[in-house]
Protein backbone atom coordinates (compact mmCIF):
# COMPACT_ATOMS: atom_id res chain seq x y z
CA UNK A 1 0.00 0.00 0.00
CA UNK A 2 1.66 3.43 -1.43
CA UNK A 3 -0.34 5.48 1.76
CA UNK A 4 -1.07 3.66 4.47
CA UNK A 5 -1.98 6.79 6.19
CA UNK A 6 -4.77 9.20 5.19
CA UNK A 7 -3.94 12.80 4.48
CA UNK A 8 -5.34 13.88 7.66
CA UNK A 9 -3.58 11.57 9.92
CA UNK A 10 -0.58 12.75 7.97
CA UNK A 11 -1.06 16.27 8.22
CA UNK A 12 -2.03 16.91 12.10
CA UNK A 13 0.83 17.23 14.70
CA UNK A 14 0.62 15.20 18.31
CA UNK A 15 -0.06 17.25 21.37
CA UNK A 16 3.28 18.89 22.16
CA UNK A 17 1.76 19.73 25.91
CA UNK A 18 0.80 16.20 26.65
CA UNK A 19 4.58 14.99 25.05
CA UNK A 20 6.32 17.49 27.90
CA UNK A 21 4.03 16.37 30.36
CA UNK A 22 4.72 12.49 29.55
CA UNK A 23 8.23 12.71 29.51
CA UNK A 24 7.81 14.51 32.93
CA UNK A 25 6.00 11.66 34.59
CA UNK A 26 8.43 8.76 32.55
CA UNK A 27 11.05 10.54 34.53
CA UNK A 28 8.77 10.89 37.84
CA UNK A 29 7.92 6.83 37.54
CA UNK A 30 11.61 6.36 37.09
CA UNK A 31 12.11 7.90 41.13
CA UNK A 32 13.40 11.35 39.49
CA UNK A 33 12.27 14.13 41.55
CA UNK A 34 10.67 16.05 38.92
CA UNK A 35 8.76 19.34 39.53
CA UNK A 36 5.95 19.16 37.16
CA UNK A 37 4.61 22.59 35.15
CA UNK A 38 3.60 21.26 32.32
CA UNK A 39 -0.07 19.78 32.57
CA UNK A 40 -3.26 21.51 32.23
CA UNK A 41 -5.29 19.92 34.63
CA UNK A 42 -6.48 21.35 38.16
CA UNK A 43 -4.32 19.24 41.17
CA UNK A 44 -7.44 19.08 42.62
CA UNK A 45 -10.00 15.83 43.54
CA UNK A 46 -13.76 16.48 41.88
CA UNK A 47 -15.50 18.13 44.82
CA UNK A 48 -17.42 15.06 46.58
CA UNK A 49 -21.10 16.30 46.12
CA UNK A 50 -20.33 15.48 42.30
CA UNK A 51 -18.75 12.37 42.45
CA UNK A 52 -21.55 10.69 44.85
CA UNK A 53 -24.60 11.78 42.57
CA UNK A 54 -22.50 10.13 39.64
CA UNK A 55 -22.33 7.30 41.96
CA UNK A 56 -25.65 7.37 42.47
CA UNK A 57 -26.79 7.63 38.98
CA UNK A 58 -24.53 4.44 38.55
CA UNK A 59 -26.27 2.29 41.00
CA UNK A 60 -29.98 3.80 39.75
CA UNK A 61 -28.94 2.42 36.37
CA UNK A 62 -28.21 5.66 34.20
CA UNK A 63 -26.41 3.57 32.51
CA UNK A 64 -27.99 3.86 28.96
CA UNK A 65 -27.78 6.04 25.56
CA UNK A 66 -29.46 8.93 26.16
CA UNK A 67 -30.72 11.77 23.44
CA UNK A 68 -26.77 12.48 21.75
CA UNK A 69 -26.98 16.43 22.45
CA UNK A 70 -27.41 15.48 25.93
CA UNK A 71 -29.19 15.41 29.00
CA UNK A 72 -32.20 17.19 29.16
CA UNK A 73 -32.34 18.63 32.40
CA UNK A 74 -28.47 19.05 31.85
CA UNK A 75 -28.82 20.95 29.07
CA UNK A 76 -31.91 23.37 30.47
CA UNK A 77 -29.85 24.64 33.22
CA UNK A 78 -26.96 25.10 31.23
CA UNK A 79 -29.91 27.36 29.02
CA UNK A 80 -30.83 28.57 31.78
CA UNK A 81 -27.63 29.36 33.36
CA UNK A 82 -26.84 31.57 30.24
CA UNK A 83 -30.19 33.36 29.86
CA UNK A 84 -30.30 34.05 33.56
CA UNK A 85 -26.97 34.55 34.42
CA UNK A 86 -24.95 35.93 31.92
CA UNK A 87 -28.01 37.30 30.15
CA UNK A 88 -28.10 35.73 26.38
CA UNK A 89 -31.29 36.28 24.51
CA UNK A 90 -33.51 33.73 23.97
CA UNK A 91 -31.57 30.72 24.93
CA UNK A 92 -33.16 27.15 25.12
CA UNK A 93 -31.87 23.47 26.19
CA UNK A 94 -31.67 23.39 22.27
CA UNK A 95 -28.94 25.83 21.68
CA UNK A 96 -26.86 24.19 24.03
CA UNK A 97 -24.58 20.74 23.02
CA UNK A 98 -23.37 18.41 25.57
CA UNK A 99 -19.86 16.96 24.35
CA UNK A 100 -17.20 14.52 25.53
CA UNK A 101 -14.81 17.73 26.66
CA UNK A 102 -14.58 21.06 25.90
CA UNK A 103 -11.66 19.91 23.28
CA UNK A 104 -14.31 17.93 21.00
CA UNK A 105 -17.00 21.00 21.55
CA UNK A 106 -14.49 23.58 19.77
CA UNK A 107 -13.94 20.52 16.88
CA UNK A 108 -17.57 19.88 16.17
CA UNK A 109 -18.14 23.57 16.31
CA UNK A 110 -15.43 24.02 13.80
CA UNK A 111 -16.48 21.18 11.85
CA UNK A 112 -20.52 22.75 11.91
CA UNK A 113 -19.21 25.93 10.60
CA UNK A 114 -15.64 25.44 8.62
CA UNK A 115 -16.08 23.95 4.94
CA UNK A 116 -12.55 22.87 2.86
CA UNK A 117 -10.54 25.87 1.85
CA UNK A 118 -12.41 28.43 4.60
CA UNK A 119 -10.05 30.74 6.63
CA UNK A 120 -10.21 31.10 10.40
CA UNK A 121 -7.63 33.56 12.26
CA UNK A 122 -6.05 32.25 15.46
CA UNK A 123 -4.53 34.53 17.47
CA UNK A 124 -0.65 33.16 18.73
CA UNK A 125 -0.20 32.54 20.76
CA UNK A 126 -3.01 30.12 20.73
CA UNK A 127 -4.03 26.88 22.09
CA UNK A 128 -1.90 23.76 21.04
CA UNK A 129 -5.15 22.18 19.48
CA UNK A 130 -7.12 24.66 17.37
CA UNK A 131 -4.82 24.70 13.98
CA UNK A 132 -5.15 21.15 14.36
CA UNK A 133 -8.88 20.94 14.38
CA UNK A 134 -9.26 23.54 11.56
CA UNK A 135 -6.61 21.27 9.48
CA UNK A 136 -8.83 18.29 10.51
CA UNK A 137 -11.74 20.21 8.84
CA UNK A 138 -10.59 21.02 5.46
CA UNK A 139 -9.75 25.05 6.87
CA UNK A 140 -6.57 26.73 6.59
CA UNK A 141 -5.69 28.58 9.87
CA UNK A 142 -4.26 32.32 9.36
CA UNK A 143 -2.01 33.00 12.31
CA UNK A 144 -2.14 36.84 13.84
CA UNK A 145 0.32 37.50 16.43
CA UNK A 146 0.29 39.50 20.23
CA UNK A 147 3.13 39.57 22.62
CA UNK A 148 4.12 40.39 26.03
CA UNK A 149 3.84 43.79 25.00
CA UNK A 150 0.49 44.05 24.43
CA UNK A 151 -0.55 41.87 27.01
CA UNK A 152 -1.12 38.67 24.19
CA UNK A 153 -4.19 40.47 22.64
CA UNK A 154 -4.89 41.04 19.55
CA UNK A 155 -6.85 44.20 17.93
CA UNK A 156 -8.82 44.64 14.95
CA UNK A 157 -5.69 46.12 13.48
CA UNK A 158 -3.82 43.58 13.81
CA UNK A 159 -6.65 41.11 12.44
CA UNK A 160 -7.51 43.43 9.86
CA UNK A 161 -4.23 42.06 8.34
CA UNK A 162 -5.17 38.77 7.97
CA UNK A 163 -8.80 38.53 7.55
CA UNK A 164 -9.71 37.69 3.28
CA UNK A 165 -12.97 36.70 1.52
CA UNK A 166 -12.38 33.60 2.49
CA UNK A 167 -12.12 34.11 6.36
CA UNK A 168 -15.18 32.61 8.45
CA UNK A 169 -14.14 32.54 11.57
CA UNK A 170 -11.79 34.00 14.62
CA UNK A 171 -10.74 31.65 17.86
CA UNK A 172 -10.94 33.43 20.66
CA UNK A 173 -9.51 32.24 23.78
CA UNK A 174 -9.93 34.41 27.14
CA UNK A 175 -8.90 33.79 29.79
CA UNK A 176 -6.48 32.20 27.11
CA UNK A 177 -4.17 29.27 27.76
CA UNK A 178 -1.37 29.52 27.34
CA UNK A 179 -1.07 32.98 28.39
CA UNK A 180 -3.70 33.62 31.45
CA UNK A 181 -4.51 36.81 29.92
CA UNK A 182 -8.28 38.13 30.28
CA UNK A 183 -9.55 40.35 27.58
CA UNK A 184 -11.99 43.43 28.82
CA UNK A 185 -15.36 44.25 27.39
CA UNK A 186 -14.01 46.92 25.66
CA UNK A 187 -11.06 45.23 23.78
CA UNK A 188 -13.94 42.15 22.81
CA UNK A 189 -16.59 45.16 21.82
CA UNK A 190 -13.81 46.10 19.40
CA UNK A 191 -13.60 42.36 18.09
CA UNK A 192 -16.91 41.80 17.69
CA UNK A 193 -17.96 44.66 15.74
CA UNK A 194 -14.62 43.38 13.15
CA UNK A 195 -16.45 39.57 13.19
CA UNK A 196 -19.50 41.72 12.73
CA UNK A 197 -17.95 43.56 9.56
CA UNK A 198 -16.86 41.18 8.07
CA UNK A 199 -19.58 38.78 8.60
CA UNK A 200 -17.40 35.74 10.15
CA UNK A 201 -17.92 33.62 13.46
CA UNK A 202 -16.21 34.22 17.04
CA UNK A 203 -15.53 30.71 18.67
CA UNK A 204 -14.90 32.03 22.50
CA UNK A 205 -13.53 29.28 24.13
CA UNK A 206 -14.29 30.18 27.52
CA UNK A 207 -13.26 26.69 29.39
CA UNK A 208 -11.73 29.18 32.05
CA UNK A 209 -14.54 31.44 32.91
CA UNK A 210 -14.62 30.84 36.39
CA UNK A 211 -10.65 30.83 36.92
CA UNK A 212 -9.91 34.88 37.35
CA UNK A 213 -8.09 37.28 39.68
CA UNK A 214 -7.08 40.21 40.70
CA UNK A 215 -11.21 41.17 40.76
CA UNK A 216 -11.27 40.95 37.33
CA UNK A 217 -14.63 39.14 35.30
CA UNK A 218 -13.92 37.38 32.24
CA UNK A 219 -16.58 38.38 29.73
CA UNK A 220 -18.47 36.45 27.12
CA UNK A 221 -18.24 38.45 23.62
CA UNK A 222 -21.96 36.96 23.25
CA UNK A 223 -23.28 38.61 25.35
CA UNK A 224 -22.54 41.99 24.04
CA UNK A 225 -25.56 42.39 21.66
CA UNK A 226 -28.02 40.40 19.89
CA UNK A 227 -25.96 40.71 16.68
CA UNK A 228 -22.79 39.06 18.58
CA UNK A 229 -24.62 36.55 19.85
CA UNK A 230 -26.32 35.33 16.93
CA UNK A 231 -22.42 34.80 15.30
CA UNK A 232 -20.63 33.74 18.78
CA UNK A 233 -20.41 30.08 19.54
CA UNK A 234 -19.52 29.86 22.76
CA UNK A 235 -17.43 26.51 23.95
CA UNK A 236 -16.74 25.68 27.94
CA UNK A 237 -16.90 22.86 29.99
CA UNK A 238 -16.69 21.30 33.69
CA UNK A 239 -12.97 19.74 33.06
CA UNK A 240 -10.85 23.40 34.52
CA UNK A 241 -14.10 24.76 37.20
CA UNK A 242 -14.88 21.24 38.99
CA UNK A 243 -11.54 19.63 38.53
CA UNK A 244 -13.20 17.35 36.38
CA UNK A 245 -10.73 16.55 33.05
CA UNK A 246 -11.23 13.13 33.26
CA UNK A 247 -14.89 12.85 33.70
CA UNK A 248 -14.74 14.34 29.42
CA UNK A 249 -17.65 16.94 29.45
CA UNK A 250 -18.11 19.45 27.51
CA UNK A 251 -20.70 22.39 26.68
CA UNK A 252 -21.26 24.51 23.75
CA UNK A 253 -23.85 27.24 23.65
CA UNK A 254 -24.20 28.58 19.85
CA UNK A 255 -27.04 30.02 17.48
CA UNK A 256 -29.79 27.65 16.39
CA UNK A 257 -28.43 26.55 13.22
CA UNK A 258 -24.82 26.29 14.75
CA UNK A 259 -26.46 24.08 17.81
CA UNK A 260 -28.56 22.12 15.43
CA UNK A 261 -25.64 20.63 13.04
CA UNK A 262 -23.06 20.17 16.06
CA UNK A 263 -25.67 17.61 17.47
CA UNK A 264 -26.15 15.95 14.13
CA UNK A 265 -22.48 15.81 13.56
CA UNK A 266 -22.20 14.29 17.33
CA UNK A 267 -24.70 12.07 16.80
CA UNK A 268 -23.16 10.33 13.93
CA UNK A 269 -19.59 10.21 15.71
CA UNK A 270 -19.35 9.93 19.44
CA UNK A 271 -23.37 10.02 20.44
CA UNK A 272 -24.23 11.00 23.65
CA UNK A 273 -21.38 12.15 26.67
CA UNK A 274 -20.89 9.42 29.37
CA UNK A 275 -24.95 9.32 30.88
CA UNK A 276 -24.07 8.75 34.40
CA UNK A 277 -21.17 11.56 34.22
CA UNK A 278 -23.84 14.06 33.12
CA UNK A 279 -25.83 13.71 35.77
CA UNK A 280 -22.68 14.08 37.89
CA UNK A 281 -22.06 17.41 36.22
CA UNK A 282 -25.81 18.05 36.59
CA UNK A 283 -25.62 18.33 40.41
CA UNK A 284 -23.38 21.56 40.05
CA UNK A 285 -26.70 23.35 39.09
CA UNK A 286 -28.96 21.45 42.10
CA UNK A 287 -26.31 22.11 44.46
CA UNK A 288 -25.17 25.78 43.70
CA UNK A 289 -23.87 26.46 46.80
CA UNK A 290 -21.62 23.01 46.96
CA UNK A 291 -20.31 24.29 43.83
CA UNK A 292 -19.42 27.99 44.68
CA UNK A 293 -17.82 26.38 47.78
CA UNK A 294 -15.28 24.25 45.85
CA UNK A 295 -14.26 27.26 43.27
CA UNK A 296 -13.87 29.52 46.33
CA UNK A 297 -10.95 26.91 47.73
CA UNK A 298 -9.80 26.36 44.41
CA UNK A 299 -9.54 29.67 43.49
CA UNK A 300 -7.66 30.80 46.90
CA UNK A 301 -4.94 28.13 45.94
CA UNK A 302 -4.59 28.92 42.27
CA UNK A 303 -4.37 32.70 43.27
CA UNK A 304 -1.89 31.80 46.43
CA UNK A 305 0.02 30.09 43.88
CA UNK A 306 0.14 32.27 41.08
CA UNK A 307 1.02 35.30 42.79
CA UNK A 308 4.08 32.85 43.69
CA UNK A 309 5.14 31.86 41.09
CA UNK A 310 4.69 35.21 39.21
CA UNK A 311 6.67 36.90 41.97
CA UNK A 312 9.64 34.10 41.91
CA UNK A 313 9.29 34.04 38.00
CA UNK A 314 10.57 37.82 37.90
CA UNK A 315 12.88 37.83 41.04
CA UNK A 316 14.86 35.82 38.32
CA UNK A 317 17.12 38.05 35.99
CA UNK A 318 16.69 37.75 32.74
CA UNK A 319 13.71 36.42 33.09
CA UNK A 320 10.36 38.48 32.86
CA UNK A 321 6.43 37.69 33.34
CA UNK A 322 3.36 39.43 33.00
CA UNK A 323 1.03 38.88 35.71
CA UNK A 324 -1.70 37.12 34.16
CA UNK A 325 -5.11 37.22 35.31
CA UNK A 326 -7.02 33.94 34.17
CA UNK A 327 -6.90 30.57 34.04
CA UNK A 328 -3.52 28.37 35.40
CA UNK A 329 -0.99 29.66 33.46
CA UNK A 330 2.02 32.03 33.91
CA UNK A 331 3.86 32.70 30.26
CA UNK A 332 7.45 34.04 31.15
CA UNK A 333 9.59 35.60 28.65
CA UNK A 334 12.89 33.90 28.53
CA UNK A 335 14.22 35.32 25.14
CA UNK A 336 17.29 36.99 26.81
CA UNK A 337 18.80 33.71 27.28
CA UNK A 338 19.39 33.65 23.60
CA UNK A 339 17.97 30.07 23.57
CA UNK A 340 14.97 28.53 22.03
CA UNK A 341 12.10 27.78 23.87
CA UNK A 342 12.44 24.20 23.26
CA UNK A 343 16.04 24.07 23.83
CA UNK A 344 15.23 25.89 27.19
CA UNK A 345 12.19 23.63 28.54
CA UNK A 346 14.59 20.58 27.47
CA UNK A 347 17.83 21.60 29.24
CA UNK A 348 15.66 22.83 32.03
CA UNK A 349 13.82 19.38 32.13
CA UNK A 350 17.43 17.52 31.78
CA UNK A 351 19.49 19.33 34.64
CA UNK A 352 17.36 20.62 36.99
CA UNK A 353 14.17 18.31 36.62
CA UNK A 354 11.80 21.06 35.97
CA UNK A 355 9.24 20.48 33.26
CA UNK A 356 7.62 23.60 31.37
CA UNK A 357 6.29 23.69 27.62
CA UNK A 358 7.95 25.76 25.24
CA UNK A 359 6.35 28.54 24.02
CA UNK A 360 6.42 27.60 20.19
CA UNK A 361 3.90 25.04 20.89
CA UNK A 362 1.36 27.69 21.29
CA UNK A 363 3.08 30.03 18.50
CA UNK A 364 5.25 32.30 20.90
CA UNK A 365 9.28 31.70 20.95
CA UNK A 366 10.29 34.03 23.33
CA UNK A 367 8.33 32.44 26.24
CA UNK A 368 7.49 29.36 27.81
CA UNK A 369 4.53 28.21 30.29
CA UNK A 370 4.23 27.25 33.71
CA UNK A 371 1.28 25.92 34.83
CA UNK A 372 0.58 26.83 38.59
CA UNK A 373 -2.01 23.76 39.20
CA UNK A 374 0.83 22.23 41.42
CA UNK A 375 1.82 22.49 45.24
CA UNK A 376 3.00 25.15 46.81
CA UNK A 377 6.07 23.49 47.47
CA UNK A 378 6.71 22.71 43.91
CA UNK A 379 6.27 25.92 43.27
CA UNK A 380 9.34 26.72 45.81
CA UNK A 381 11.37 24.35 44.55
CA UNK A 382 10.91 24.71 41.13
CA UNK A 383 11.61 28.68 41.49
CA UNK A 384 14.99 27.67 43.21
CA UNK A 385 16.11 25.18 40.09
CA UNK A 386 15.14 27.56 37.93
CA UNK A 387 17.04 30.38 39.63
CA UNK A 388 20.11 28.48 39.40
CA UNK A 389 19.72 26.92 35.94
CA UNK A 390 19.22 30.79 34.82
CA UNK A 391 21.73 31.81 36.96
CA UNK A 392 24.22 29.49 34.76
CA UNK A 393 23.47 30.09 31.37
C1 LIG B 1 -8.53 22.27 28.87
C2 LIG B 1 -8.97 23.09 27.72
C3 LIG B 1 -10.14 22.81 26.97
C4 LIG B 1 -11.07 21.64 27.20
O1 LIG B 1 -10.64 20.60 27.87
P1 LIG B 1 -11.51 19.28 28.04
O2 LIG B 1 -10.70 18.47 28.97
O3 LIG B 1 -11.66 18.68 26.69
O4 LIG B 1 -12.83 19.67 28.60
C5 LIG B 1 -10.51 23.66 25.97
N1 LIG B 1 -9.78 24.74 25.66
C6 LIG B 1 -8.66 25.05 26.34
C7 LIG B 1 -7.93 26.27 25.95
C8 LIG B 1 -8.22 24.23 27.37
O5 LIG B 1 -7.08 24.55 28.01
Sequence with gaps: ??????????????????????????????????????????????????KDACVKAISEGKTKYIPAAGLQPLREALADDYAAG??????????????????????????????PNDEVIIPAPYWVSYPEMVKLAGGKPVFVYAGDESDFKITPEILERAVSSKTKMLILGSPSNPTGSVYTKSELQAIVDFAIKHDIYILSDEIYEHLVYDGVKAVSPATLSEEAQNRVIIVSGFSKTYAMTGWRLGTLCAPDDIAKAVAKLQSQTSSNATTFAQYGALEVFKKPELAKESL???????DRRRLMLYDGLNSIKGVSCRRAKGAFYLFPNISSFGLSSTDFCSKLLDEELVAAVPGIAFGSEPNIRFSYAVSDEIIKKGIERISRFCSKL
Design 1 to 50: MENRLSSWAMNIASSPTLIVDAKAKALKAEGKDVCGFGAGEPDFDTPQFI
Design 86 to 115: KGLKNIKFSNIVVSAGGKFSCYLAILAAIS
Design 296 to 302: AMMLEAF
